[in-house]
């Protein structure tokens, strides 16, 4: 693993970001789960995400839909048919790759003459193998044909299946949206990179319905929103973010146009979210499937066609990896670790913290608790010197700290310490919450 996402992973494990799953059963391979601070932050970003979509654009409602569904929808969308990873099995040490990891173009390869990576042998790998991707499982008390369901590898289908409700329910003319947040499953060969790419994660998906013909102009209005929403929302430097646009061998079978936000990981340029022009596919494919009339009636023009879809896809784990790595800061001047989070995103607004644990100082701090407390995440913390204090918050990207001393008693005044520069200012206690709302 990179040096940089190895400190990343243990700055999470230490300060409660997130923790390897079943870590008392010695791990369980490619799933995370999220600790105090962890949820915290992800919450901050997918309700970030959420207010962007449903909130500021009136044509797009929300949905929750879902994990299980009908099987046949996976018949239609595609995935139980070409939802699948070539596999390459060494016969030697058991090691098993992803076909695409060798060459990019794996066809071409020769197989018993490519080394293994792990063993070092030749002439031990297997020719690629398909593999699908979905999770299955079993719908009811007994194991039969027929009873076979799977974990939703996407959010996107659980949309497209609820599109005529959500639009005759809220009476959306086109062009309208509908998001939804969730989890999605995949069982992933290569899981790798941390929270990168994990076999349990969460996707933020909007699909935009849209007249056929408007569908170019819509995909370019949709890039430039969500490279912004990076920079604008989540605080992610503009210079480490670039679009990457899909070529003909690259093309999902959906897809008639489609790019990729990538961020400057410390492992390289990746994938943060997809923006897809997928045309009417999905819906032609699901009223062949379903028998339903899936058309959309353009009442204004008397016309009637199936609209076609830009879909905005990210992934919410991903998105909280970008964030991390973005905000990572090695401190070397005042020997410290920092999260430089945007403060409308970092998990704690403020530690509030007595400067000793006597004479009044705890009570004191407990009222400017209280007063932010209803409208911001603050903590306390009396524990250890306050340099200490104040560097466990710097770890944990916790923007402001507060500190009440003596003259704090005498004249209600309070010292703002900023995370980033180490400033301090003394103000007022009723300037407080102003002071707050000017930065988050
Ligand atoms: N509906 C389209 C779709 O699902 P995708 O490119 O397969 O497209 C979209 O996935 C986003 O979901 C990716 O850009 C990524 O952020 C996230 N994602 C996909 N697979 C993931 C995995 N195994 N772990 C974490 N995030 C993943």
Not at 24 to 51: C, H, M, T, V
Not at 59 to 86: C, Q, R, Y
Not at 292 to 315: C, H, M
Request: hydrophobic share 35%.
């Amino acid at each position: 693993m990179n040096k940089t996402i190895e400190k990343i992973v243990s700055l999470c494990k230490r300060r409660g970001f997130v923790f390897q799953s079943s870590d008392i059963y010695g791990g369980f391979s490619a799933i995370y789960d999220y600790g105090p601070l962890g949820i915290e932050l992800k919450n901050n970003i997918s309700q970030l995400w959420w207010r962007e979509m449903t909130h500021v654009h009136e044509n797009i409602v929300g949905l929750d839909s879902g994990i299980l569904m009908h099987p046949k929808i996976w018949e239609a969308s595609g995935h139980t048919g070409a939802f699948n990873d070539p596999l390459v099995d060494c016969k030697q040490c058991k090691s098993r790759y992803r076909a695409d990891e060798f060459s990019e173009n794996p066809n071409s390869l020769n197989w018993s003459k490519t080394k293994c990576p792990k063993c070092g042998t030749t002439g031990n790998l297997t020719e690629p193998r398909q593999f699908n991707l979905m999770f299955k499982t079993n719908v009811g008390p007994v194991e039969e044909t027929g009873t076979e369901a799977f974990l939703r590898p996407e959010t996107a289908q659980g949309i497209f299946v609820n599109y005529q409700l959500v639009q005759g329910a809220m009476r959306m003319k086109i062009p309208f949206g509908i998001a939804q947040i969730g989890k999605a499953f995949r069982n992933e060969i290569i899981a790798r990179n941390f929270i990168f790419r994990t076999r349990e994660f969460e996707q933020m998906e909007m699909q935009y319905f849209v007249k056929p013909g408007t569908d170019d102009e819509i995909m370019k209005e949709w890039k430039d929103k969500r490279i912004n929403f990076y920079h604008n929302n989540l605080g992610i430097s503009k210079t480490k973010l670039r679009f990457h646009e899909h070529q003909n061998d690259e093309l999902a079978h959906y897809a008639k146009e489609a790019w990729d936000i990538e961020y400057e990981f410390p492992f390289g340029w990746s994938e943060i979210e997809g923006i897809h022009n997928r045309t009417d596919f999905d819906l032609t494919r699901h009223q062949e499937f379903s028998g339903k009339n899936l058309t959309y009636f353009d009442q204004p023009n008397n016309d009637r066609f199936l609209p076609y879809i830009v879909e905005t896809s990210a992934g919410l784990n991903r998105m909280l990896l970008t964030v991390l790595a973005d905000a990572y800061w090695e401190d070397e001047e005042n020997n410290r670790i920092v999260l430089k989070l945007d403060p409308r995103i970092a998990p704690v607004k403020a530690v509030v913290c007595p400067l000793v644990k006597k004479d009044g100082l705890p009570e004191k701090a407990r009222e400017i608790l209280n007063i932010l407390k209803p409208h911001y995440k603050v903590i306390y913390d009396q524990q250890g010197s306050i340099g200490k204090r104040y560097y466990r918050q710097d770890e944990a990207g916790t923007p402001f700290g507060i500190t009440i001393d003596h003259q704090s008693i005498e004249d209600n005044t309070i010292t703002i310490r900023y995370r980033d520069n180490m400033k301090q200012e003394r103000i007022s206690i009723d300037q407080v919450l102003n002071l707050f709302k000017n930065h988050i």
